[in-house]
Every structure is written in structure tokens, then in C-alpha cells.
């Protein structure tokens, strides 16, 4: 809203900033130590420092009080015989910078701070003026924090409880309140419970402050109603949830049922059961509290004959489920859908409502209803006519499974279906021989009896032959598309590895077994050339990675995959290298091999070590540099930490090399440095503690010195950081001015050169 064009303020603008002497000490304090000054800057040397100029002030302090007896006189009257006064003014001082900071707090709105300091200010108060009190042993002002304190004490003590129970009284009206305005604006259920709520915590709270000050009527307001009204819940539990239990059932049925109507069929029959046993279970509640004859067996009873006809029961349902599974097949058979599983569903629900006719012909020993399922089965499987069926009908489902297989790998694509394809072939060529084998038992014929189990070997070698083929074409397929890869080098191999394996038990089972040692140098080739076709392309990868990390030191993570790669590439070549040693038998490539592999990690370590060495050299160079262009603590450590770590792992990758190569020299050079190095970080950390502790001696023993000392080096420490950060200014400077074009610029006004001066200085 607007008057007269003007922007109308909001009542909740945020109220101004006021600085308090309390606010403007913590903000001289952060601007002398923050980053871009003397301090800040140098925060380690300026601590150390003070650590070292307090101990020697302190020491020479008492050296001055020891020598001249007038100081310590004056020391002993303000401190020991004043003692009491000191603190006060202390007290009263720090009192007065909280007093004016919660006024300030107050004034900007924020009454949480306001209230916390104005408390810390009257305490620090009241304790400055009791320490006066006691000092000169003035009457009242000697207690004055501490008379009020002990007062409030007892009176806590006295009415602590009838206090705490006014607040609980006023804590329920305020939420009756609240329901009183909830009622206003059509909030009733919430009301209600805010109502009934704040009424038993007023009542509450009535009771608290009856038993405080022992009023009679008030001790029983709440705890003799909630008592009755315990143990009328307590006599009538069982009632009370049985009943709610009996409406959960039947909430829970009627959900059943619409699911049900809906079509889910699993969840509507699951709610509905769970519900029929809640409603039951409630009931036998209501009717065991009451004793009534019916309902107190309501669940147990129906259990109780569940127990005894659970036969049937399970037949029951197993008939119900195997109608379903019938309807779903020959559903899914009309509309033209998948016929294997249709059939499935159709057979699975014969078989389970047979099931089922049975358990319930057992339970009631109904004569030809116990062996529906059973009968036939026995039938089947005993009788030479019931096998001869079964066998024809494993022989039809290998041939269906063998068309669908033929189909599959000649019109469809993807290395999934040829898979299934194969998988479906063999198993159609298995059902098919598997069938003539029980047709030939069943009929006594010997030679369809021995179909299946002379031609088992043929069968897995066809099947690995398949797979190969399925493989194979994924590898064609993925080498055409994306080149040569690890991915298609690795499913080449496989497949390479299954067809030599299926045509090796094929030749096997045809009496050839004087092709074994060609077929196992045949393994060994085909390993040997696809680890060969690994090693080239993982060597590949490792160089371009190499060159990378080349082009760019920076880049650690290539540095380190062209690490990890050529190891790979190395331990994949060897291993080929040796199994082709084995396969023809030249010795020199087998022990060359393992050779290899017993001493290969020694020059992966000492490569990865000299690139690490590497590394931190240029590292501790940077640093150094740094070091050199602006001496201070942090770039000179940095610099001789990164240096000797590189020494170390230089010295580490030296002694690998020799040892691998056989050069004795150059592994105890490597080991010598090593040890010496060692040796002198733990040399230098113990000069660093003597040090530390020959400065902290000095300072106690001769103070004076000490003192001067630092203040000298302050002094000129701050003279030279101060012209250090004047020069690079003036660079920053003069490096901008040189920047503006010659014509057509105005120059930089004095205050934004200033300004840019010392943001370029932090840069």
C-alpha cells in the first residue's frame, strides 16, 4: 500500500543496529586477528610468542617483587589485602558492559539475549557490591548477593511445589484457550481435545498446589476421578477390547470386500480373513469378560475344529485356488497370450483342485474323493500304458521347446534370446530322447531305453557348442559396433573356450581320446591369445592415460590409472606368456613367466614410488618458491615436510630397482638414505624439544631479556610486513595502471585503488 507515491514501512522492518562497548570490543578484537593483518597472518609465531611473553612477564614480576620490597608491599596491599575490593571493580565493570549490551539486545529485539545478559548483569552486580560489603565489612551491602540468593532458596524451598503446580494450571487454561479460539473458527474436534486436555492439566495443577499446602479438597481433584475410572477400565477390559478389536475385524473385512469387487483378488482375501479372525477374537474378548456362553469360544472354538478338519480346510482352498488358476489359463489361452504359461496355469490348477478334492475325501474318508489326485498318478507312473502316455508327452514338449529354440536363434536377435534359444534346443533335444527312453522302459524296448542316457555326453557338448555359437555372435556383433574391447575380448575367449569344450566331450563320446592333448593345448592357445589381446589394449589405455598425466602433472588420477593399467597389462602378458610356454612346452617362456610374477610387484612399487617422488619434489619446489618470494612459517614447513617425504619415497624406489635388477649397491644406497633420514627427523624432533624447553628456562631465569627480545622481534617483524604488503601494493598498482588503454580511460580515484590494493594483496 502507498500514500501519496511514498512506500509504507511494514510494522516488522528490522529494528536498527546498536553497537555496545561489549559489541565494539568484540569487533576491535576480530579486526586485529582476522586474515590481512599482523596477526592473522602470522598466528602461529604471534601465539608462540605471547605464550613466551606471558611466562616471562610473570617471571619478572616476581623477580622485581623479589628484589625491591616496596613492589611487593604494593602487590600484597592490592592484591591480598585488597583483594576483595579488586574484584568488585572487575565485577562491577563487567557488570555494566552486560547491563548496556541487554539494553542494546532490548532496543534491536532480541528479547532472549536482553533477558540472559540483563540476569548475568544484576548477579555480577549484586556479587561486585557484596565483595565491597565484605571488603569494609558494611552490614547489608556484605549480602547482597549472597542474602537474596539464600531468601530464593527457601522460598523454592517453601513453595517450590505450589509453584511448580500454578504453572501447570496456567500452562491447562492457556491450552483451554487456545480451544476456546479454536471453537471460533470451526476447529471443533481439535477443540475438543485441547479442551478436555487443558482441563484435566488445570485440575492438574490444582491438585499439585492442594498437596503443597495441604488443602483438602483440592488433594483429590484429578487422582481420585482417574483412579475410579482405572479401575472400571481394569474390570471391564476385556470388553472394552474386545469390542474395539470385534470393529477393527469388521472395518477391516469390509476393505476386503471392495478389494475384492475391484479384482485384488490376493489382498480383498488376505483383509477379509484377517478381519473374520479380528471380529472372532473380539468377540470371545466381550463374551470371556461378561461370561457369555456363545461368544467366549467364538475364535477358539472355530479354531478348535480348523484343527481338527484342517485336511479339509486345505483342500478347500487348494480346490478354490486350482478353479482360479483353470479360469486364468484358459482366459489367457482365449486371448491369445502366452500358451506355455497358459498351459502351465491350466495343469497347475488341475493338479491343485485334484489335490484338494483328495484332502477333503481323506478328512470325511469319502471312498473315491481320497485318491482323485493320487489314483491317477499311480496309474500313470505304474502301468505301462500311464508311462507310455507320460513318455509321449515329455517326447511333445522337447519337440514344442526345440521348434521354439530353432525359432528364436534363426528370426529374432540379442545375445538373451540366443541364450534361451540354445537353452530351449537343448532341452527340447533332451525331452525328446528323455521321452523314447520312457517309452522304450514302459514298452521293454532296449534301444529307445538307451537313447537318452548314451547320448547324455552329446547332449552338454551340443549345449556348450550352442552357447559358444550364442556368444560368439554377441562378440561378432559388439566388436563390429564398438571395436575391439576388453568386454567382447572377454565373451570372445568364453565363447572360443565353450565350442572347444563341447567338441571336446562330443569327440570323446565317439571314442576319440587321442585328441586329448590337442584339446587341452587348445584351451591353453585360446587363453593365451585372448590374455594376449587383453595385455594390448590394457597397455593401450595405460599409455594414453601416461601420456596425460604427461601433459598434465596435475592429474594424479591419470597418473594413477596408467599405473594400475600397465600392471594389468603386465600380469595379463605374463600369464599368457606362460601358458603358452606350457601348451608347447618351451621352457624358457614358462620360467620366464614366473619369474615375472615372483619379483613384478618390485618394479610396479618402485615405478609408483618415483611417480610419487616425483610428485612431491615439484610440490615441495612450488612451495619453496613461495618461501622464497614471502618467508613465513607455513610455506617454509610445507616445503621441507613435502621434501623429505619425497627423499624418502626417491630413497624407497632406488633400493626396489636394485633389488630387482640384482644391484646390491643400489639397494643399500637406497636403504642408506632411508635410515639416515630417519635418522634425522627423529634427531631434529628432539633438537625441536630441547629447544622449546631451553626457551621456556630462559624466560623463567632471565625475563627481563626475554621480554626485550620479543618486543624487538615484533617490532620488527611488523615493520617489515607492513613495507612487504606497501610493495606489493604499489606493483598491484602500477600493474593496473599499465593495464588501461593509453587514450580514452580516465584513471582510478585514489579511493577505489585503494580499495582494489588490498583484495589483490590477499590474492
Same mark, same amino acid.
Given at each position: ?271 477379509? *480373513?484377517? &478381519?473374520?479372525?479380528? %471380529?472372532?477374537? =473380539?468377540? $470371545?474378548? +466381550?463374551?470371556? @469378560?461378561?461370561? !457369555?456362553? #456363545? /461368544? ?50 491350466? *495343469?497347475? &490348477?488341475?493338479?491343485? %483342485?485334484?489335490? =484338494?478334492? $483328495?484332502? +477333503?475325501?481323506? @478328512?470325511?474318508? !469319502?471312498? #473315491? /474323493? ?394
Amino acid at each position: 500500500m502507498q500514500v501519496n507515491n511514498q512506500p509504507v514501512i511494514p510494522a516488522s522492518a528490522d529494528k536498527p543496529k546498536i553497537d555496545s562497548r561489549l559489541e565494539k570490543m568484540g569487533q576491535a578484537i576480530h579486526e586485529n586477528v582476522k586474515e590481512g593483518t599482523f596477526i592473522g597472518d602470522n598466528m602461529l609465531l604471534t601465539g608462540a610468542g605471547a605464550v613466551v611473553g606471558t611466562v616471562a612477564a610473570g617471571s619478572a614480576l616476581k623477580k622485581t617483587a623479589d628484589a625491591i620490597p616496596a613492589v611487593k608491599e604494593v602487590l600484597k596491599t592490592v592484591f591480598v589485602d585488597n583483594g576483595k575490593l579488586v574484584g568488585s571493580g572487575a565485577a562491577l565493570a563487567a557488570s555494566a558492559l552486560l547491563a548496556e549490551d541487554a539494553v542494546a539486545a532490548y532496543k534491536e529485539g532480541n528479547t532472549g539475549r536482553a533477558v540472559a545478559e540483563g540476569a548475568g548483569a544484576a548477579i555480577l552486580g549484586l556479587g561486585g557490591a557484596e565483595l565491597t560489603g565484605r571488603q569494609f565489612n558494611i552490614p547489608v551491602l556484605n549480602r547482597a548477593l549472597s542474602g537474596p540468593a539464600e531468601a530464593t532458596a527457601k522460598f523454592l524451598g517453601k513453595h517450590g511445589v505450589g509453584l511448580v503446580g500454578g504453572g501447570v494450571a496456567a500452562g491447562g487454561a492457556a491450552l483451554a484457550k487456545s480451544g476456546v479460539d479454536d471453537i471460533k473458527e470451526g476447529e471443533y474436534l481439535k477443540a475438543a481435545g485441547k479442551l478436555a486436555g487443558g482441563g484435566v492439566i488445570t485440575m492438574g495443577g490444582a491438585e499439585i498446589i492442594g498437596h503443597a499446602y495441604n488443602v483438602g479438597p483440592l488433594q483429590g481433584i484429578v487422582s481420585t476421578p482417574a483412579k475410579k475410572v482405572a479401575e472400571v477400565v481394569a474390570k471391564n477390559a476385556g470388553g472394552i477390547g474386545g469390542t474395539a478389536v470385534a470393529g477393527a475385524g469388521v472395518a477391516l473385512a469390509a476393505s476386503g470386500v471392495n478389494d475384492l469387487k475391484e479384482g485384488e483378488t490376493m489382498l480383498g482375501g488376505a483383509k477379509l *480373513a484377517g &478381519g473374520a479372525l479380528a %471380529t472372532l477374537g =473380539g468377540a $470371545e474378548l +466381550v463374551g470371556r @469378560n461378561y461370561n !457369555i456362553p #456363545v /461368544l467366549k469360544s467364538a475364535l477358539s472354538g472355530s479354531a478348535e475344529w480348523v484343527q481338527t478338519n484342517v485336511k479339509a480346510v486345505t483342500g478347500a482352498t487348494a480346490v478354490a485356488g486350482g478353479a482360479f488358476a483353470i479360469k486364468d489359463g484358459v482366459d489367457r489361452l482365449g486371448e491369445g497370450g502366452n500358451k506355455w504359461l497358459a498351459g502351465a496355469e491350466i *495343469a497347475g &490348477g488341475v493338479v491343485g %483342485t485334484l489335490g =484338494g478334492a $483328495e484332502l +477333503v475325501g481323506r @478328512n470325511f474318508n !469319502i471312498p #473315491v /474323493l481320497n485318491q482323485a489326485l493320487t489314483g491317477p498318478v499311480k496309474y500313470m507312473f505304474t502301468s505301462k500304458g500311464g508311462i507310455t502316455v507320460s513318455g509321449g508327452t515329455v517326447a511333445a514338449a522337447g519337440l514344442g521347446a526345440a521348434a521354439d529354440g530353432v525359432r528364436r536363434l534363426t528370426t529374432e536377435k540379442g545375445i538373451v534370446n540366443d541364450a534361451i534359444g540354445v537353452a530351449e534346443f537343448t532341452a527340447g533335444v533332451a525331452g525328446v530322447t528323455g521321452g523314447a527312453s520312457i517309452i522304450g522302459y514302459a514298452t521293454g524296448s532296449e534301444k529307445l531305453l538307451k537313447v537318452f542316457p548314451e547320448n547324455v555326453d552329446v547332449l552338454g557338448g551340443a549345449a556348450l557348442v550352442g552357447g559358444a555359437f550364442a556368444m560368439g555372435k554377441h562378440t561378432i556383433d559388439s566388436a563390429q559396433k564398438d571395436g575391439l574391447n576388453l568386454i567382447n575380448t572377454a565373451t570372445g575367449t568364453a565363447a572360443a573356450l565353450m565350442g572347444t569344450g563341447g567338441a571336446h566331450i562330443i569327440t570323446r563320446k565317439f571314442g576319440m581320446e587321442a585328441a586329448d592333448a590337442a584339446f587341452t593345448k587348445g584351451y591353453e592357445t585360446i587363453a593365451a591369445a585372448g590374455l594376449g589381446v587383453a595385455t594390448a589394449k590394457l597397455g593401450e589405455m595405460a599409455i594414453e592415460e601416461g601420456k596425460a598425466f604427461l601433459e598434465n602433472s596435475d592429474d594424479v588420477v591419470a597418473g594413477a590409472k596408467a599405473i594400475g593399467l600397465g600392471t594389468a597389462a603386465v600380469a595379463t602378458g605374463t600369464t599368457a606368456t606362460g601358458l603358452v610356454g606350457h601348451a608347447y612346452n618351451i621352457p624358457v617362456l614358462e620360467k620366464a613367466a614366473r619369474k615375472v610374477v615372483e619379483k613384478g610387484w618390485q618394479p610396479v612399487a618402485a615405478v609408483t614410488l618415483g611417480a610419487t617422488t616425483y610428485k612431491l619434489g615439484e610440490m615441495a619446489l612450488d612451495h619453496g618458491k613461495d618461501f622464497l618470494k614471502d618467508p613465513n612459517l607455513g610455506s617454509g614447513a610445507m616445503s621441507a615436510g613435502l621434501a623429505t617425504a619425497g627423499i624418502l619415497t626417491g630413497a624407497g624406489t632406488t633400493a626396489l630397482v636394485g633389488r630387482t635388477f640384482n644391484m646390491p649397491g643400489v639397494e643399500r644406497t637406497g636403504m642408506r638414505v632411508l635410515e639416515t633420514t630417519a635418522q634425522g627427523v627423529q634427531t631434529s624432533a628432539r633438537y625441536l624439544g630441547k629447544g622449546a624447553e631451553k626457551v621456556f628456562t630462559t624466560a623463567v631465569q632471565h625475563p627481563f631479556v626475554t621480554l626485550g627480545v620479543l618486543a624487538a622481534a615484533a617490532g620488527t617483524g611488523y615493520y617489515f610486513y607492513n613495507k612487504n604488503r606497501d610493495e606489493q601494493a604499489e606493483a598491484v598498482k602500477a600493474s593496473t595502471a599499465a593495464s588501461l588503454p593509453l587514450s580514452g580511460a580516465a584513471p582510478a580515484k585514489p579511493a577505489e585503488a585503494k580499495a582494489e590494493a588490498p583484495a589483490a594483496v590477499k590474492e
